[in-house]
């Protein structure tokens, strides 16, 4: 038998492997993509939906999964996930179409939902002592980080000797281990058949996150279709009203908008929310322009942005193990603030210095990691116990939410600025326009081409670097403001108010 504390943090280990794999799935894509779009024949718009397919329908099912989770128990809940993960690995890997590959993704992501609340309410569960219960959040944080980093490294090393859906296939033998795992050393389930699961209340939310992308997405065109983007926009702002307005007449709601009134818990939520913005958008748009304009392959290029997650590493374990010493104020706003400064570095050297871009990208995730080790703790420990599947949720869908409008909208305003500012010479087709890789398909060795497509995606990425360090900024700002009057002693009080 394996004693009581070796049994809590190898169960650690089992759910952050589960969120391991969600995080991985998350940006294994980005160095992959000029490589799944030419094998697939996927546009530019398909991309971008094999990428978005993934947050956009995990975001929408959180808040529910983290309810239906109290309902049915945590530990089936985790393990229902992890099937359902490893059939739609399987789906993806051998998709022969990019409508198919989406739809695959769409799967995946219902099974992400499934298990990412559950991780977290496991681990709160779990580990009773505060201190033990801050490290394990902050270790479970930072393979967000480190899950984000390694899957731009591992999609490359895999499209050196496999095809593409060898990055969805690797999911297979994680899952199976640990469904074998979890079954020999979760807890005994705890259902709570007295929870209500609003299946509505899912949808409306679904609706109103794929509404508010399509009109991101759409408006960043440069010939948008203005009907589109109306309608999008009226389904996010429809489904999000209906959503708030269900929720309050609930008697058991997915989202109890109280607790938003915890200054502490709210901070958390921003804070994850920002981190995964700037996670996201700085390995996107990096890992795009250095295979596309310097020619790197998709592994080094993971490898480059993987800087991130190595200067996260150590700042997400000291932010979590210093927590209770130094309170939330300083770790969350000090880190977003930090990384903003990181931001600043990337954005006047990505053309200039690899070795101040590098120390650019290890700054950022410095900041981003210390940041997001104790967002976890900051929502998990201002909420009651009966509501950790709820405050679960709310965490998830930052991260995702985070992640998605990082995509969407730093993807699109790439794409766009690139095309509205590209110089092509006379007699080159105005279709060369739709983004680098078209360019660069007609350029040959056309060196005039080439260069006038270099330096719009340069100017494309300048532009969307600047957009990136002005959100860490506001981050920092917000967090300050909402942690001002939190200290050591304050950080983790849950609110009265229930």
Known sequence: ????????????????????????????????????????GANGSEGLWIINAYPV??????????????????????????AVFGVASLAAAFSPTP????????????????MMPATLALIRITFEDERERNVAIAIWGTLAIVGSALGPIISGLLLQSFWWGSV????VPVVIAALVATRVLAPPNDADPTKRWDLPSSLLALVALVGLVIAIKET?????????????????VIGGWAF????????????????????????????????????????????????????FTPLRAGVLVAAVAVGALPTALAGGA????????????????????????????????????????????????AAMSVASSAIIGNVPARRAGMASSVEEVSYEFGSLIAVALLGSLLAAVYTSTVDLP????????????????LAGNDPTLITAASNAFDGAYFTVMIVVTAVIAVGAVTTGLLLRHHGPGSALSAPTHH
């Open 220 to 236: 960043a065109k440069t010939e948008p279709a203005p009907l589109l983007i109306v309608a999008a926009a009226l389904a996010a």
């Open 168 to 171: 969805f296939l690797i999911n």
């Open 1 to 40: 038998m394996i004693p009581s504390a070796g049994r809590r943090w190898l169960l650690l280990a089992v759910v952050s492997a589960g969120l391991l794999l969600i995080t991985l799935d998350n940006s294994i894509l980005y160095a992959a993509l000029p490589t799944l779009v030419e094998e697939l």
């Open 322 to 369: 210093s927590l209770h010493r130094v309170g939330l104020l300083p770790i969350v706003a000090g880190g977003l603030a930090l990384s903003a400064v990181g931001s600043v570095l990337i954005l006047l050297n990505f053309d200039t210095s690899m070795g101040l871009l590098i120390t650019g990208l290890l700054i950022t995730g410095a900041g981003l990691g």
């Open 99 to 114: 409508e198919t590959l989406i739809a695959a993704r769409a799967f995946l992501a219902v099974g992400a939902a499934a």
């Open 426 to 441: 006379a007699g080159v087709p105005d279709s060369a326009r739709d983004s680098l890789d078209s360019t660069l398909a």
């Open 244 to 295: 708030a307005r269900r929720q309050s007449h609930l008697p058991y709601p997915l989202l109890d908008f109280s607790i938003f009134r915890n200054r502490a818990f709210l901070a958390g939520v921003l804070a994850a929310g920002f981190s995964m913005f700037a996670i996201a958008g700085v390995q996107l748009i990096t890992t795009q322009r250095f295979q596309l304009v310097e020619g």
């Open 57 to 82: 329908v995990m975001a929408g099912l959180l808040l529910g999964s983290g309810t239906l989770g109290d309902r049915v128990g945590r530990r089936r809940m985790f393990l229902i996930g992890l």
